[in-house]
């Protein structure tokens, strides 16, 4: 009896200092420092930002969403990684856009990735990493873009409305 009791116990130690872990994890890598600003944005998993429902996937749709994200967001800030992902998710939801991943990625050549054919070239393991977390927290609802249909570098489109800013990118309406 006393061997299963210290058993229990030492599970569930394993558990929590797991989860714990995992929290850290995902914290650590959604703080970042604005510089300009001198201010922390905070951690997506603190459940400061909007969740939306969550969408199912094929793991080529997540491939190409990671590729995607790679591309669009190699040199900002996690925050952006995950809102870009939310904002495709977001167009695959509403009625004015087409269904699915590859359809929304690729009509209309709105994205500097596909005008400028760098979707996906050269990623290395610590981007392709990044942006599949960030993939998966977006696919999980988190949004911290507000449901924004748009992204672009600030000042590069008409974004009439902007929900969220992060690094040098806008997202909106």
Not at 43 to 65: F, H, N, P, Q, R
Not at 81 to 104: C, M, T
Not at 153 to 172: C, L, N, P, Q, Y
Request: glycine content about 8%; proline content about 1%; overall charge negative.
């Amino acid at each position: 009896m006393q061997k299963r009791y210290n058993l229990c116990i030492m599970l569930s130690c394993v558990i929590i200092l797991a989860s714990l872990c995992l929290t850290a994890t995902v914290c650590g890598a959604a703080y970042i420092n604005d510089e300009s600003a001198e201010k922390k944005i905070a951690c997506i998993a603190d459940g400061k930002y909007k969740k939306s429902a969550s969408v199912v996937l094929t793991e080529g749709e997540k491939a190409l969403l990671c590729r995607f994200v790679s591309a669009e967001c190699r040199d900002e800030p996690y925050i952006c990684r995950v809102a870009a992902a939310a904002v495709i998710l977001n167009r695959i939801k509403s009625d004015g856009f087409s269904n699915g991943v590859e359809k929304v990625i690729f009509s209309g050549c709105e994205f500097s990735s596909v005008l400028n054919n760098t979707l996906g070239q050269d990623i290395s393991e610590e981007n392709w990493d990044l942006s599949m977390q960030a993939v998966r927290q977006a696919i999980a609802g988190e949004d911290p873009a507000g449901g924004a249909l748009h992204f672009a570098r600030e000042g590069d489109a008409a974004i009439t409305s902007i929900s969220f800013r992060a690094g040098d990118m806008v997202f909106g309406w």
